[in-house]
């Protein structure tokens, strides 16, 4: 049983780019959870999707950050117009459910911006 | 809101001396807590969970975890350290049911000298 999966693992983008963040959740998973750990950062939350829905997305930021978690496929996380602040690593995570469930992480994007 | 305080940045152990790692929450029911470890430039593991029942909890390569409710911690211990024990230390809170959207530690680094 594979885990979750995000792909790229390094991704560099110019400031002005846009950023595209995948990620694959664990078998059986319908619920994904994006982080974000800045440098020397404990992980911070900044959304939680479900199949075609967006459940909370309190913790993305109001401007250039959208998520998505489509029928088919993996969830996406995109940034436009990249900034030198977001660089980060980005984490999803997954769970079965949301009630008592543990969630997994996959092993994290590190976006660079130049 | 929840809250989660790791009081030490950094620690140095020598391999075979045991181990403890302060967590302290704030939440205001019966939170669900957790420890995870993250290596350079990898992803999480889960070391183990806290939800209910005996506070002493076990988890994966020899850590425990004590949930203290009079004192709202959660330290995690192990009792001889190894050399690969060296890493980043996470404490986290799941807030109520949806032990998903989880606040972090900022984390502790454990070096193990030889």
């Known amino acids: 049983n594979a885990g979750v999966m995000q792909n790229p693992r390094h991704l560099v983008r110019r400031r002005g780019q846009e950023a595209r963040l995948r990620c694959s959740p664990m078998?059986?998973?319908?619920?994904v959870y994006w982080y974000r750990q800045l440098p020397e950062e404990g992980l911070k939350f900044m959304v939680y999707?479900?199949?075609?829905?967006?459940?909370?997305e309190s913790g993305m930021p109001k401007e250039r950050f959208s998520a998505e978690f489509p029928k088919e496929g993996p969830s996406i996380l995109r940034i436009q117009q990249v900034v030198r602040g977001d660089s980060a690593a980005y984490f999803c995570?997954?769970?079965?459910?949301?009630?008592?469930?543990?969630?997994?992480f996959g092993e994290g994007s590190w976006l660079t911006v130049v | 809101a929840q809250s989660v305080t790791q009081p030490d940045i950094h620690i140095t152990v020598s391999e075979g001396a045991s181990l403890e790692l302060r967590c302290n929450y704030s939440?205001?029911?019966?939170?669900?807590l957790f420890w995870y470890v993250q290596s350079p430039g990898q992803g999480l593991q889960l070391l183990l969970k806290?939800?209910?029942?005996?506070?002493l909890v076990q988890g994966i390569k020899g850590f425990e975890a004590e949930f203290k409710r009079s004192q709202s911690s959660f330290n995690l211990r192990k009792p001889s350290v190894h050399w690969s024990d060296a890493a980043e230390y996470f404490c986290?809170?799941?807030?109520?049911?949806?032990?998903?959207?989880?606040?972090f530690g900022t984390g502790t680094r454990l070096q193990v000298t030889l």
């Open positions: 995570a997954s769970s079965p459910g949301s009630s008592g469930n543990t969630i997994y």
């Open positions: 078998k059986g998973h319908s619920h």
């Open positions: 999707l479900q199949k075609e829905n967006i459940i909370d």
């Open positions: 939440y205001g029911a019966t939170p669900y």
């Open positions: 806290y939800f209910s029942g005996d506070t």
């Open positions: 986290a809170v799941g807030a109520g049911k949806t032990a998903s959207k989880l606040t």
